[in-house]
């Protein structure tokens, strides 16, 4: 296909291949949609913001003084301009979804371990007792207390 093409163009195709593989590699092994984008810089992300906010992804973003919290799903106030700000925020962003999916597959274990009790439960043999022959016992009440 190249061959027809004079050379200019020929290396204006690559250079976009390039960088469109460059920015888009990632998306390309993507299957399903992300559960949450998280943004450290709205004003400079503003298109990936639109585009979450326009598909339904929650948006997790560090918001300062000159961002619009109003696109954000889950605005986290903070400095977005500084390094150690947005590194302390990842790390405790990276905590945070390491303990939910922690959490998350041990509920998974423990409610299919459930499921297995209450598949063992129901195959027991059901033991019925029979009410007829039970006699109530005649029980008389207490005689009340007057009020002192």
Do not use: H, W
């Amino acid at each position: 296909k190249f061959d027809l093409l004079p050379k200019k163009e020929v290396m204006d195709l690559k250079k976009q291949q390039e960088k469109l593989s460059k920015n888009l590699s990632g998306i390309r092994e993507m299957y399903k949609l992300p559960g949450a984008v998280i943004v450290m810089d709205t004003l400079n992300e503003r298109i990936a913001v639109a585009e979450a906010n326009r598909l339904m992804i929650p948006v997790v973003a560090i918001v300062d003084t000159k961002c619009d919290p109003d696109q954000i799903d889950y605005p986290i106030p903070g400095n977005d301009d500084a390094i150690r700000s947005i590194k302390l925020i990842c790390e405790k962003l990276t905590d945070a979804i390491i303990e939910g999916q922690a959490n998350l597959d041990l509920s998974r274990v423990s409610t299919a371990t459930e499921q297995e009790k209450s598949e063992e439960i129901s195959e027991k043999p059901n033991i019925s007792e029979e009410y007829e022959d039970y006699e109530e016992e005649d029980t008389k009440r207490r005689p009340r207390l007057s009020p002192r």
